[in-house]
Structure formats: C-alpha cells, structure tokens
C-alpha cells in the first residue's frame, strides 16, 4: 500500500504533464521553433549523401556581374542562355527569377521615350525596333522551359492558368495546400511561350525563416497550381498532368504527388520536407562562362541531361536563404536540392501519426518518471529517466537514418524533464519537512553537533567505531526507589521528566552527547562524534551545572511542597565521571542501532557514580584531571576500589567552578 506523500507527489508530476500534454495540442510559437532546430540537428549530423543527379544551376554571380554587368540584364542576353542551354542539350531550363516587367533596355521600349526621340528625331519606330522580351519568348516556344511566378498579395493580379493539368485521387483536397490570392507574374508573352509555370515561393511563416520544407502545391480554392520544382519535374520527363493522391478517411488531406515516374511524399497540406547536403561548388556553373562561345562547350559534360535552374547567388540581389545545415544558401540552390534529394529517392516525412506517437510517448514515459520519483533513490531514478530519454533519442534517430522519418525530440524531453523535476521537487519538498520534523525529534536526544555531523557526513550512518578518548557522565536520582513507592505514578512521571529535562538541557548546552536513559538516569559522553577540546572539563561544567538546576527545582513550588509533603525532600542526583579511552560508533543491527560508546571508561564512570555514597560528594570523577578540569574547585576523594578494577582508582569531587582564592 502506497503512503498518501506517494499519491501527492504523483498528482504533482500528472499536474505538470497533463499541462504540458494541453500546452502542445496549441503548438505555440516557441514549441514550434524548438521542434524545427531539433529535426535541423538531425540534418546536421547525418546530411544528405547521394550521387550526384543530373541538376546544375547558372549562377548569375558576382564574376558575371562583374563581367557582364550590373542586373538586370538584357532579355536578350536571358534569350542567349536559353539557346546555349538548349544547345548543350539540358532537360529542362528553369528560371528562378520573374520578368514582370518590360525591358526598359529594349530598343523598342527606349523608342517610346518622348526626351529621347526629342533629342534623336532620326529614330525608328518602336514597332520597327527589336523587342528584347519578345526575343526571349520567341527562343523559348519549343524548348523544356519553365517559368516562374510568386504567391504576393495585394498585386491584384490573378495567377495565369497551369500549363499541367490536374488529377486527383480521394476526397476533395483543394483547400489543403498553401492558398493564393494573388500573384506576381511574367509578361503575358514570355509566360505564354514557357513550356511549364510553377511558384517560386520558398518560406512559410511557420518556419521561421529557414527553408525546411517547401510547397509542392498552391490553390487558391478552385484550381491547383504547381511549385516550381514539381513543374520542373514535368517538364523533364514531357508529363502533361500531375496527379495528387489525397487521403480516402480525411477531408483537405493529401498523401503524395505523382508526375510522370515520380511520386512524392508530402505533409497532409502538400508540403515537402528538403534534405539538405553541404553546399557544393559542384552545383554551379558561372553565367558568364556560358555566355562565352570558348568555354561554353567545355560545359557540355555538366549541362547535357541536366535539370538547369537560373538563379543568382550575387550578395546584392538579396535571394539567400538559410539552409537546416545552418548555411545561407542562394534560393535557388533551395529548388535545386529539393529536386536531387527526388531524383535520389531520399525523401523525408512527418507522418499523420507522428504527433500521436509523440504524445503517447509522453503520457506513458511521464506517468512512468512519476510514479518511480516518489519510490525510487537519486541515482537509481537518474539512470531510469537517462533509460527512457536514451530510448526515445534512439528512436528519432533510427527512424530517420532508415527510413527518412521525422520525429520530434525537444518535445518530448521537456515535457519528461518537466514531470520529473516537478515530483522530484514535491518528494525533496516532502522529504525536507521530514527531515525537519526527525531533527526535531532527534535533537531531544542527541546534540546539534551530532546533527551536523550526520548531515555532513551520510557515510557514518553505518555499523562500525572507532576508538576514541571521552569523558562518560551517568547521572542517577537519589532515593529513587523510595520515590517510586511513595508517590503517585502521574506525579512520579512528571518530576522524573522535569529531571531529566534538567539533565538534558545542561549535558547538551556543553556540546554533549545523551547516549540513553535508563529509567531515572541519563548516559552521556563527550568527544564524539566531533572532537571537543578540554572535553573532560566540558563534562564536569555540565555536572555542575545539574547540580546548580536540581537545587533550584527542589526549592520551586510546588515541587518542594509536595516532596516534603510526602517526607522526600530534599532531592538530588548523583554523578558519576570518568575520561579514557573507548570505542564509538553505530553499534546494534543492520535495520536499528545507536551511537553509542562501549569500554572500560564507560564502566569506570558508572561505578563512579554510585561511589558518590563513599565520598559523601554528588559528583566524582575517577581518574586524574588535565587541562582546564585543573583550574575547577575539586577535593580529593582518595583512592577507590571499583568493582571490576583491580587496583584502586584515584577519585576527586567536583565541588565548583573556580578554586578558591
């Protein structure tokens, strides 16, 4: 049967579980955060590591914007890329960036100028000039390019119809991707002649900047629309439709995504978790070197085959994103690792189940750290609460190195951690009233000293001594057994307490030990457990002292009273001391003992004391004097014969404090 502290401190530690369990059903922004770095540091551990796939990126960076000059560039020159790209034979051309406006470069564009046909009335018509945007759109009709567009509200313009089209599996799953309202998009010509439009976007709010996962899919309540990357991926394999597989049990809840051979794994809102390896020098081709006709068919072996993102990595252009490895990586390094991480087969997932088997963990783990807190030993519990976080760690772990599967960590040991601290500090709580309420009791027994001791020293709370030099005291009542025969057993009881109590008081308030009471006589001893110089004069103090206190209780009405009353007056108490060698230490069995004293001291001391009868004085100490004892008002009692000692003993009474002057 469990004690009710047990059920208390269990009801403490399913208190802070329980509001842990309800703070996570909410997600806050700071569980959220902490979840994301701790599936980030499985990343980092672990990266990706894959062949290389077949996916380049022209980077437009600070060697091209060096050479070519500042961006934006012509459209012409974007048109000059695309046929070198298409003369190198890549799979599919992509751009990461958007041509929203007209080409102000475009000869066309500066001959509608009104200053510059003022200052040039020689020039053409802008119908008879070349225009740069339709340049590009002509060079890409026919070729696997894929354009871009942005989710970006308040443009108030509406996001031009998918080139792929759309099959679905399942119940209806159009509000479960990432919603559009608006859109930020090519020129009409240069979108018309793309060969596939995806979105562009990257971040969601909920990752707090960094690009863990990225949206398959966009709707904006009536039509789905592709991401850049899924489109890229269609236009590479020549697929016409994308189908998505949405779950057959849950409304807006989607599986996978299939294009062409490929399928997808995706978050229930179609969102896919990017696995990331270092960045790689190896993924990128200079503009400038594919704009030179001398090196560009050095980059045949690079491009041939090959997926080919533009993007710009140029500090100044702004499109950097941080990376779960913790790297500031260009956006579109972002797309192009999301699609080698699909080519590669190396998907990771956060499953429907995933936030199930995370609270379960939880319920089960922290009702189990609970219930142990309050019946288990420190380091016993501390290697059971190891045990369970160790397990739990092993599990995201494996799950992610075999089979891509996200679980969350951070969770899950917080909220242990939390109902293990919690009854954790309800059973020291607990404990320390405890200890409070034994030292209490024990102080009535043994001196502080001895407290402190055992409070500093655990370990000597253990079977065993050692041998010491102490002064042992005993003290006995005087006409005890008259007493005990004369007066009532309730009156008995209460003036043998007030002399004990006297005793107590006066042994204790000179550091000493009360080994026992033994009926109306106290055992006490001095030098241990901690060592107290001049121990033997402490000891005659405290006697003198008794003496002093039991003269005054027997003249305190209405004791005195009473004790004359019944013939018993005046009452005393003999003394008997002794200092020498003995053993102490924690004697009796393995479940009780005592710290108590044994030896040939001991004894000396008790016949000392009934040898008070002989010496005709209430405190004798058998033994010579040393120390400080030298200067205390003494007789000499002469030499003793003790029972047990063969040879007489020398014995001095302890008459005061001071010798006489």
Same mark, same amino acid.
Not at 319 to 341: F, K, N, W, Y
Not at 627 to 636: A, E, F, M, P, R
């Given at each position: ?14 208190? @802070? %579980? ?70 190198? #034979? ?77 099959? +679905? ?11 559009? &309202? ?6 009409? &010509?240069? /979108? ?14 909920? /990752? ?31 697929? /016409?439709?994308?189908? *998505? ?6 409304? #807006? ?9 490929? &399928? =997808? ?25 594919? @704009? ?17 993102? =533009? ?13 779960? %490895? ?19 087969? +190396? ?41 369970? =976080? ?86 006995? *009542? ?8 004369? %007066? ?18 006066? *042994? ?6 009360? /080994? ?10 001095? #030098? ?18 008794? +003496?002093?206190?039991?003269?005054? %209780? ?36 393995? &479940? ?42 003494? @007789? ?21 404090? #001071?010798?006489?002057?």
């Amino acid at each position: 049967m469990f004690k009710p502290t047990f059920w208390r401190g269990l009801l403490a530690g399913l208190a @802070l %579980l329980a509001l842990s369990l309800v703070v996570r059903s909410y997600d806050p922004t700071v569980l959220s955060t902490l979840r994301g770095a701790g599936l980030d540091t499985l990343q980092r551990i672990w990266p990706r590591v894959s062949p290389a796939q077949r996916v380049r990126v022209v980077d437009i960076d600070e060697a091209s914007l060096h050479t070519l000059g500042q961006w934006p560039w012509p459209r012409d020159r974007i048109a000059k890329m695309v046929e070198n790209l298409n003369t190198l #034979n890549a799979s599919a051309i992509v751009f990461d960036v958007i041509f929203a406006e007209p080409d102000r470069m475009s000869p066309s564009q500066l001959a509608d100028n009104p200053d510059l046909r003022a200052n040039f009335p020689g020039i053409g018509s802008a119908g008879a000039l070349p225009n740069f945007d339709h340049v590009l759109a002509q060079m890409m009709l026919g070729k696997p390019v894929v354009g871009a567009f942005a989710e970006a509200s308040g443009t108030g313009r509406s996001a031009t119809p998918p080139k792929a089209g759309f099959a +679905q599996t399942g119940l209806p799953a159009i509000d479960a991707p990432p919603h559009i &309202e608006t859109v930020t998009t090519n020129l009409p &010509e240069i /979108d018309g002649a793309a060969a596939g439009l995806g979105i562009i976007n990257i971040d969601l709010a909920s /990752d707090q900047g960094i690009a863990r996962q990225l949206p398959m899919l966009w709707s904006d309540g009536k039509q789905f629309y592709p991401s850049l990357v899924l489109e890229t991926l269609r236009v590479a394999q020549g697929a /016409d439709t994308i189908v *998505i597989n949405a779950s057959d049990k849950t409304p #807006n809840s989607i599986n996978s995504v299939r294009v062409g051979e490929i &399928e =997808i794994p995706t978050s229930e809102h179609g969102l896919f978790p990017i696995y990331y390896h270092a960045d790689n020098a190896e993924l990128y081709v200079s503009a400038e070197k594919l @704009l030179n006709a001398k090196e560009m068919e050095a980059l045949r072996p690079k491009i041939e085959g090959s997926i080919v993102l =533009i993007g710009t990595s140029a500090t100044g252009l702004l499109d950097t994103r941080s990376s779960s %490895l913790g790297e500031p990586i260009p956006g579109v390094s972002v797309h192009a690792q999301a699609l080698e991480q699909i080519l590669s087969g +190396q998907f990771l997932s956060r499953p429907e189940w995933a936030v199930g088997a995370e609270f379960w963990f939880v319920a089960i783990a922290g009702v189990l750290i609970a219930g142990l807190t309050n019946i288990m030993r420190p380091m016993p519990l501390l290697s059971t609460f190891g045990v369970v =976080i160790f397990s739990w760690a092993t599990a995201v772990v494996y799950a992610f190195k075999s089979a891509g599967l996200l679980l969350d960590f951070t969770f899950p040991f917080l909220a242990i951690f939390a109902t293990f601290l919690s009854s954790l500090a309800f059973k020291l709580l607990v404990t320390d009233k405890q200890g409070r309420n034994l030292r209490n009791a024990f102080s009535f027994y043994v001196a502080p000293s001895v407290l402190n001791e055992i409070e500093n020293n655990p370990s000597s709370l253990k079977l065993g001594g050692e041998e010491r030099e102490i002064t042992v005291m005993f003290v006995d *009542i005087e006409n005890f057994t008259r007493m005990s025969e004369i %007066l009532k057993p309730e009156w008995l009881v209460t003036l043998v307490n007030e002399i004990l109590t006297t005793c107590t008081n006066a *042994i204790l308030g000179e550091r000493g030990t009360i /080994d026992k009471y033994i009926g109306d006589a106290v055992m006490a001893f001095w #030098n241990a457990p901690v060592n107290i110089p001049d121990h033997q004069y402490h000891a005659a103090l405290a006697a003198l002292s008794i +003496q002093d206190k039991i003269a005054t %209780l027997a003249v305190a009405p209405p004791t005195a009273q009473q004790l004359q009353a019944e013939g018993l007056w005046p009452i005393s108490v003999r003394i008997g001391l002794a200092s020498g060698p003995a053993t102490v230490g924690n004697m009796g069995s393995a &479940e009780r003992f005592d710290y108590s004293v044994l030896g040939a001291t001991v004894n000396m001391a008790a016949r000392a004391e009934a040898a008070c009868k002989e010496t005709g004085h209430n405190i004798t100490l058998v033994g010579g004097l040393w120390g400080k004892s030298l200067d205390l008002h003494t @007789l000499d009692a002469g030499q003793l014969t003790l029972r047990g000692k063969t040879n007489k003993v020398q014995a001095h009474a302890i008459l005061g404090r #001071n010798k006489p002057a």
